[in-house]
Nanobody, 121 residues
Framework: RVQPVESGGGSVQAGGSLRLSCTAP????????VDWYRRTRATGEARAWV?????????EYVEPVKGRFTISKDKAKDTVYLQMNSLTPEDTAMYFC?????????????WGQGTQVTVYA
C-alpha cells in the first residue's frame, strides 16, 4: 500500500477556512473509502476520527465538525479533500488521511506524514 500525502495545512484565524488534500496513486479506486483523522494535544498520540467518504461518495462526520467540514474526492486526480469552514481553536491538530482497505473489520492502510492545522483566536 502506498503512503498517502496530506497537504494544505497552515495557520488561520478562527472563523476562517482551509482545504486539505490527500493523494496517492490509485487512492480513489483501490480503497474502500478514505478516512480523515486528527491528532491533538488532548488526544496525545491517538488519532481521533474526523470523517469518511466511501467509494460511492457517501460521507459521515464526527459530531463537532458536522455542518462545517466537507469531504469530497476527485477521481481523476486520485485526491480526497477535507474542506474545513468556520474553524475554531479546538480544530487545531495534525490531520491525517488513510485508505480504508476493509470495512469490517475496519482496516486502514499506512498513515501519511500529516498536515498541521493551527487555528488562532
Amino acid at each position: 500500500r502506498v503512503q498517502p500525502v496530506e497537504s494544505g495545512g497552515g495557520s488561520v484565524q478562527a472563523g476562517g477556512s482551509l482545504r486539505l488534500s490527500c493523494t496517492a496513486p490509485g487512492f480513489t479506486s483501490n480503497c474502500r473509502g478514505v478516512d480523515w483523522y486528527r491528532r491533538t494535544r488532548a488526544t496525545g498520540e491517538a488519532r481521533a476520527w474526523v470523517g469518511s467518504i466511501t467509494t460511492d461518495g457517501a460521507t459521515e462526520y464526527v459530531e463537532p465538525v458536522k455542518g462545517r467540514f466537507t469531504i469530497s474526492k476527485d477521481k481523476a486526480k486520485d485526491t480526497v479533500y477535507l474542506q474545513m469552514n468556520s474553524l475554531t481553536p479546538e480544530d487545531t491538530a495534525m490531520y491525517f488521511c488513510a485508505c480504508v482497505i476493509t470495512l469490517l473489520p475496519r482496516y486502514l492502510g499506512p498513515w501519511g506524514q500529516g498536515t498541521q492545522v493551527t487555528v488562532y483566536a
